[in-house]
């Protein structure tokens, strides 16, 4: 955990509502965190079983300094592709020094 050389942002976009209901607005989203943490995608992706959605899951795990509160809502910038958070974010200690830990998914066409 000492190597922090992924830029990494955390994005989070207010929730609006409109004549479909309520979703965020990413268009105004702003920037939680900013900065250097560790990114570990996975070597298995998933594809879709049917050939009907032709998409892609990756998935990673995020690992950022200090304790950070990730809502399953926001959006993560890493590697230049947007990966939304899968259950709570993990945090613990490590001597004097916290860290928070986030499984993550992306899809890609």
Known sequence: MALFND???VRRAPLVEDAYG???DWDTYTVVWSG?????PYLRTHKAETPVRETTTNKATIYLPGNLEV???DQILFQ??????????????LGSRQYTM???RGVTK
């Open 7 to 9: 830029i990494i942002e």
């Open 22 to 24: 309520h979703h965020r």
């Open 102 to 104: 986030i499984d993550v």
């Open 80 to 93: 230049s592709k947007l990966w939304t958070p899968e259950g709570e974010p993990w945090k613990w200690k």
């Open 36 to 40: 250097l943490g560790a990114g570990v």
């Open 71 to 73: 809502d399953s809502s």
